[in-house]
């Protein structure tokens, strides 16, 4: 017997759709004007869909989650009851593209649950080789990460440093900073920020 396809209308009357969009754009620094103006809708039906009011089309919730960068499966992930502590592997929410992490085979895995709204924010960096932050950026906040696998060439303010496995680097967030793969292997980075930014 085949399987059956997931639909996430199935369970959109368990889960509150609407406010983890609204977490999803905040986290991206996002107002409703740009999700809206990228998901080709209002401002005042966002604001329906994110505040209950509405519930979005499959359609719209395609239009929606690509505008913010994330996936659909991640407005579905929840936390488990009994250790809310948890992320398991395959379960966690990808990030991806967003608005302040840009750049094409560079992905956002959350390590961190929405559901729990703490003073920091992790995820794991997968990046492909030459995949970048596509730019300098800067905001409020520390950073601090942790090299897994890979190069990871980072440059903050005007200095670059290459890093490899094993090391690891903090910084002020509100210098500008950016970052690459510039091997031929996979990156990955554990890489978390204070205040949540993403």
């Given at each position: 017997?085949?399987?059956?396809?997931?639909?996430?209308?199935?369970?959109m009357?368990?889960?509150?759709?609407?406010?983890?969009?609204?977490?999803?754009?905040?986290?991206?620094?996002?107002?409703?004007?740009?999700?809206?103006?990228?998901?080709?809708?209002?401002?005042?039906?966002?604001?329906?869909?994110?505040?209950?009011?509405?519930?979005?089309?499959?359609?719209?919730?395609?239009?929606?989650t690509?505008?913010?960068?994330?996936?659909?499966s991640?407005?579905?992930?929840?936390?488990?009851?009994?250790t809310?502590?948890?992320?398991?592997?395959g379960?966690?929410?990808?990030?991806?593209?967003?608005?302040?992490?840009?750049g094409?085979?560079?992905?956002?895995?959350?390590?961190?649950?929405y559901?729990?709204?703490?003073?920091?924010?992790?995820?794991?960096?997968?990046?492909?080789?030459?995949?970048?932050?596509?730019?300098?950026?800067s905001?409020?906040?520390?950073e601090?990460?942790?090299?897994?696998?890979?190069?990871?060439?980072?440059?903050?303010?005007?200095?670059?440093?290459?890093?490899?496995?094993?090391?690891?680097?903090?910084?002020?967030?509100?210098?500008?900073?950016?970052?690459?793969?510039?091997?031929?292997?996979?990156?990955?980075?554990?890489?978390?920020?204070?205040?949540?930014?993403?």
């Open positions: 017997m085949a399987a059956e396809a997931f639909d996430p209308t199935d369970e009357d368990d889960l509150d759709v609407g406010n983890r969009l609204k977490q999803f754009r905040r986290s991206a620094g996002l107002r409703l004007k740009d999700v809206a103006d990228a998901a080709g809708c209002s401002e005042s039906m966002l604001s329906k869909v994110e505040n209950g009011q509405v519930s979005p089309s499959i359609n719209m919730l395609h239009r929606l690509k505008a913010l960068g994330v996936t659909i991640s407005l579905f992930v929840t936390v488990e009851p009994e809310p502590f948890v992320q398991r592997r379960r966690r929410p990808i990030l991806g593209v967003n608005a302040l992490r840009q094409e085979g560079l992905t956002l895995e959350s390590l961190t649950p559901e729990i709204h703490g003073h920091l924010q992790a995820q794991l960096h997968t990046l492909a080789p030459g995949a970048s932050s596509d730019g300098a950026i905001h409020d906040g520390e601090v990460g942790y090299v897994i696998e890979g190069a990871l060439e980072l440059t903050v303010g005007d200095k670059t440093a290459l890093l490899s496995a094993g090391d690891s680097f903090f910084f002020d967030s509100a210098r500008a900073h950016q970052f690459r793969n510039p091997g031929n292997s996979v990156t990955r980075v554990v890489w978390v920020n204070s205040p949540p930014t993403y």
